[in-house]
Antibody, heavy 120, light 108 residues
């Protein structure tokens, strides 16, 4: 069973950027895509984008196009998500999640979540 | 984008009762690529079901999934104390992958 461990909580100013990391262990990192999903306080889940570590190709939800960059480093089994031009509405818990089967993006493994607070 | 609508918003039931949760899609979900998750406060979601009706590893058989096309159901045959949580459906048939807004199952 793959384990995903995320970086710690962040407090950011509006207009700045945040980078959240997600380190995988216990499985083959490159074989399965990693997605990023966020959850605003008291709200539901929102898919932001994903990356195939094997091919290095990323896909983004239209809502975040131009503000999000997802990368993966096979040498460290780490995926990263950077979100720029932060606003208060970006305050949320950000999760990384690994697809359960190759090319089947339901999410069998989740990171513990990283709280990002955007406040002046 | 496929919009998933879950109902009811909140389900109030006693332990031992049967729970039935609905997830309706705005258009047909390709190959019934629909998953269900359980989330408890302060925790990450936990995969319960995928491909509409396949239980994930370690999920007890009191959980069952059914449905096809645009209408899907998650049933819990007899609620245990640990089943009181929020449940989300997610489609992965057509990008972008989308989630329902959730159904809270609370103790009556």
């Amino acid at each position: 069973q793959v384990q995903l461990v995320q970086s710690g909580a962040e407090v950011k100013k509006p207009g700045s950027s945040v980078k959240v990391s997600c380190k995988a262990s216990g499985g083959t990192f490159s074989s399965h895509s990693i997605s990023w999903v966020r959850q605003a306080p008291g709200q539901g889940l929102e898919w932001m984008g994903d990356i195939s570590p094997m091919f290095g190709t990323a896909n983004y939800a239209q809502k975040f196009q131009g503000r999000i960059t997802i990368t993966a480093d096979e040498s460290t089994s780490t995926a990263n998500m950077e979100l720029s031009t932060l606003r208060s509405e970006d305050t949320a818990v950000y999760y990384c999640a690994r697809e359960g089967m190759v090319h089947a993006p339901f999410f069998a493994s989740w990171g513990q979540g990283t709280l990002v607070t955007v406040s002046s | 984008e496929i919009v998933l609508t879950q109902s009811p918003g909140t389900l109030s039931l006693s332990p031992g009762k049967r729970a039935t949760l609905s997830c309706r899609a705005s258009q047909s979900v390709r190959s019934n690529y629909l998953a269900w998750y359980q989330q408890k406060p302060g925790q990450a979601p936990r995969l319960l079901m995928y491909d509409a009706s396949t239980r994930a590893t370690g999920i007890p058989d009191r959980f069952s999934g059914s449905g096809s096309g645009t209408d899907f159901t998650l049933a819990i045959s007899s609620l245990e104390p640990e089943d009181f949580a929020v449940y989300y459906c997610q489609q992965y048939g057509s990008p972008p992958w989308t989630f329902g807004q959730g159904t809270k199952v609370e103790i009556k």
